[in-house]
């Protein structure tokens, strides 16, 4: 691929507490001849730190970092790294965490609910003047911006109005874990049960939730009010 503004490589940094989205997104990196990856932080503390070094072209921050928000590393690479493209790749599908990310300097928002591989094709993307939006996301922002339906016009019926989801205590103890960003493995080890049994909830909760996804369900989850 042709060098991307006079440079041999995209120089990618990375803000992710997930150590398997990390070791596969660098895999993937590592196999891309135009993408380079410059640094990789675990925590907000050290996503700032990395600010200190020279500027990246693409800076990839997760928002639910251990010691705080990635929005606060957003904020202050949009300072200091003016030319930098960022984008979000996180869990959090709620409005008030779009918004914050996107005021704060953010030109992409992703959620975990693609292969790290795909990633490296909305890293061009983003570079070349893109901003990727995952359709849940795109779809809120349309939804906040839509014009409100005339005053005149009558209330749906009670019986058209969607009924929350009801789950049972122990999917909605692992609803919150998934809402948190914990991974299968680690919510087996909190409940002390098998990898299985908790794929066994995730299907679940899919299923009463009516999505597909991790991202669709906290999504859903939120809406409902269940999280």
């Not at 800076?59 to 493209?85: E, Q, T």
């Not at 996107?102 to 901003?131: C, F, T, V």
Request: glycine residues 6%; aromatic residues 4%; charged residues 20%.
């Amino acid at each position: 691929m042709e060098a991307v503004k006079g440079t041999s490589h995209i120089r990618v940094a990375l803000v992710e507490d997930d150590v398997h989205f990390q070791n596969t997104l660098t895999s993937a990196i590592a196999s891309a001849p135009d993408i380079a990856l410059q640094s990789v932080a675990g925590t907000r503390a050290d996503g700032l730190k990395a600010l200190d070094l020279a500027p990246a072209d693409v800076l990839l921050v997760d928002l639910g970092l251990p010691d705080g928000s990635g929005i606060d590393v957003i904020r202050a690479a949009h300072r200091k790294w003016p030319s930098c493209n960022i984008m979000v790749n996180t869990t959090f599908a709620d409005e008030a965490h779009v918004i914050q990310s996107l005021e704060a300097g953010a030109s992409g928002y992703l959620l975990k609910d693609s292969a790290p591989k795909n990633m490296l094709d909305e890293i061009r993307s983003l570079q070349g003047g893109g901003s990727p939006i995952s359709p849940l996301i795109a779809r809120q922002i349309l939804l906040r911006f839509r014009a409100p339906e005339p005053a005149a016009l009558p209330a749906q019926p009670d019986a058209c109005k969607s009924t929350p989801a009801t789950l049972s205590a122990r999917e909605k103890e692992v609803l919150e874990y998934i809402t948190k960003g914990f991974t299968a493995d680690e919510i087996a080890d909190l409940l002390s049960v098998s990898r299985h049994t908790v794929l066994t909830y995730f299907r679940r909760i899919y299923s009463k939730l009516e999505v597909n996804s991790k991202a669709e369900a906290i999504f859903e989850a939120r809406a409902q009010g269940l999280v």
